[in-house]
């Protein structure tokens, strides 16, 4: 079989993000420019299908279990005349937790914990934040994730789980990706030619 095709969209705004707050593990719903941006993502999706002669009826789509990227795929999936709800859902793909610095900006994490915040500027992939993730054990999921898929397949996901796939699948070096702004209301296209972006 060859490698599948993976129409990758982050999800919508959030107010945390629109704060620069740290997101994790916390179910924060989409503000309404992100619904807009979910909608707009659709839009993309259903024109790169059209380009692609795909039936995107035919295809899986699979969400991160939280919230924003399970409302982020109905409403997509409903700009594009397909059930909202049929989908599924995989906990590989929720977002990189941040422990103790969910709900924080950086520089309340910097106060918070300096020590932690320095190591973790030095080593952005390979350090975790207290009680969280790295990005390098992120990537070990997000590799068994796109491993275990059967074919091309549409995900709704993260802007971290975005970067450790980018990186799982050697489009990216891990000090790059580490700090690369993942767009919301785009698709990311990985293929056999790497990555495109469309928005």
Do not use: C
């Amino acid at each position: 079989m060859s490698a599948p095709t993976i129409y990758y969209i982050r999800h919508g705004e959030t107010e945390w993000n629109a704060a620069g707050r740290f997101q994790g593990s916390q179910d924060i719903p989409l503000n309404d420019l992100g619904r807009i941006q979910a909608v707009k993502a659709g839009g993309i999706l259903a024109d790169l299908f059209s380009r692609d002669g795909r039936d995107p009826a035919a295809l899986p789509f699979v969400a991160s279990p939280l919230g924003r990227a399970r409302s982020t795929m109905e409403l997509m999936r409903g700009a594009i005349d397909l059930p909202p709800h049929d989908y599924t859902l995989d906990d590989r793909l929720r977002e990189i937790g941040f422990g103790h610095w969910e709900g924080l900006t950086q520089p309340q994490m910097e106060v918070a914990n300096p020590d932690a915040f320095a190591l973790r500027q030095a080593d952005k992939w390979g350090a975790a934040p207290p009680g969280g993730e790295s990005y390098a054990s992120v990537t070990l999921r997000m590799r068994d994730w796109y491993d275990s898929l059967v074919g091309d397949t549409v995900a709704v996901a993260h802007g971290g789980t975005a970067r450790a796939l980018m990186v799982a699948l050697g489009v990216s070096a891990p000090d790059s990706a580490a700090n690369l702004t993942i767009e919301q209301g785009a698709v990311y296209v990985f293929g056999e030619d790497g990555l495109a972006k469309y928005s």
